[in-house]
């Protein structure tokens, strides 16, 4: 697990061979982006991209079901764009006008949070690119980030010690 | 995606968890319990408030109260930062999938370029 073990994010690193700037544009490209992005079984009809801090973004998903095609909208803002190298932004689900919507208006687990960030970091590594994604449950850069960081290295502590002892217990 | 944890429960921790008080609070009980009034300290606020930040915690599970009527210390629960550390990671393997593909279509790409660069 590459995990740092924060209780409410997802860190996955990769080596990805190409050279940074095309990797760069997998992100940043909507006609790229489309070609990768949806899950298995689901396409991405629809990805509009305002990249630079505090654009927007708009991408639909749209999956197949026993009932016909399912689209799912997804909007979001730029929070910081540095050029192959660094790139965050939020995500909510919406509708098509880019309108966020619970989570259960859109009948998704009413456990998926409200706003979530992604945050993807390049580095060229001799011809091909390190590439860390962070996926956040909670904006780290909202209001309080400071006092969020050191309450969750508090509790992310807290927690480990919670699983050892638990793990004692057991015979 | 199966759900295998309280969608609800889980939704409630994360709304207790965005709010810099709660997580000060929260943070706070990390090194031991406390009273509400110890709790309160640091704040600029009014007990009652303090209190409303305590209860949405309680609701999430993430605080719970003693039974001694007078003080009713409050301690942490981290039960359900576990469920969402388990949200977390239920989003690895859609990543992880997205990654692969990246690199397929990566490949695809390559190989057009060269094909136009030998004509």
Not at chain 1, 27 to 55: C, K, L, N, Q, S
Not at chain 1, 68 to 97: A, C, H, K, Q
Not at chain 1, 129 to 149: E, N, Q, R, Y
Not at chain 2, 6 to 32: C, P, Q, V
Request: glycine residues 8%; proline residues 7%.
């Amino acid at each position: 697990m590459t995990n740092n073990g924060s209780p409410d994010a997802v860190e996955i690193e990769r080596i990805v061979d190409a050279p940074l700037t095309l990797v760069w544009q997998m992100w940043t490209d909507p006609e790229h982006f489309r070609a990768w992005y949806g899950p298995d079984g689901a396409t991405i009809p629809v990805a509009t991209m305002d990249v630079r801090v505090g654009g927007t973004r708009l991408v639909c998903m749209e999956v197949q079901t026993p009932n016909g095609p399912m689209r799912m909208w997804f909007t979001g803002e730029y929070r910081e764009v540095i050029e192959n190298e660094r790139l965050v932004y939020t995500e909510s689900m919406s509708d098509e006008n880019g309108r966020v919507s619970s989570p259960s208006d859109m009948g998704m687990p009413a456990g998926h949070p409200m706003t979530t960030e992604v945050r993807v970091e390049l580095r060229d590594i001799g011809g091909r690119t390190k590439m860390v994604l962070t996926h956040l449950g909670i904006p780290h850069d909202s209001p309080g980030a400071a006092g969020w960081a050191m309450a969750l290295d508090k509790l992310t502590a807290y927690l480990a010690a919670y699983r050892d002892r638990r793990r004692l217990r057991r015979p | 995606m199966t759900a295998t944890i309280d969608e609800d429960r889980l939704s409630e921790t994360f709304a207790a968890l965005a709010n810099s008080t709660r997580r000060a609070i929260l943070a706070r009980l990390a090194e031991g319990g406390a009273t509400v009034n110890e709790l309160a300290e640091p704040f600029e606020m009014t007990l009652p408030a303090i209190s409303k930040h305590i209860k949405v915690l309680e609701r999430a599970g993430l605080v719970v109260r003693g039974q001694r009527a007078q003080y009713r210390p409050c301690a942490l629960d981290p039960a359900p930062l576990e469920e969402v550390s388990t949200w977390a990671e239920r989003y690895r393997p859609i990543w992880e999938a997205r990654f692969d593909r990246m690199d397929d279509y990566l490949k695809q790409l390559r190989a057009t370029t060269k094909g136009r660069q030998g004509r």
